[in-house]
């Protein structure tokens, strides 16, 4: 009878704790199951994917046209800085276009090696040719 007696008393913490689990447990998965309803129900729209990479794109190009800005000021500076000698403007007029040109098809090359060819380098190099040309 003892024994009995005994087990049901260590019997009574195991059911109470398993029940604290149970509930801990269906806490936690009905927290789960509504992020989940949420998350598909609101950001399974393709709307929001949308405005999500319209946002992006207009951030990598307002951030291309300020890199291009202030590349475009620099250069005007390197050569306004060499004013009396005509060598070194011819210099920096050609090493600089360079640059940008050995910098994208070195990234080009990293991001994707296949990508790299004639076409692309040289359409590169005539739009940094003809940005650089051209007097505002």
Known sequence: METDAA???TAEPDLASSVKKERSY???RDCIARVQRFLVTRLGEDWIFLVLL???MALVSWTMDYASAKSL???KW???ELRGNIPLQYLAWVSYPLMFILFSSLFC???SPQA???YPCLSHAS???SALTCNP
Request: aromatic share 4%; hydrophobic share 40%; proline share 0%.
């Open 7 to 9: 087990e049901e008393q």
């Open 26 to 28: 269906s806490k936690c």
């Open 54 to 56: 319209g946002i992006t």
């Open 73 to 75: 000021q620099a250069y």
């Open 78 to 80: 390197i050569h306004g």
């Open 109 to 111: 090359h990293l991001v």
């Open 116 to 118: 790299i060819g004639l």
């Open 127 to 129: 739009v940094c040719l």
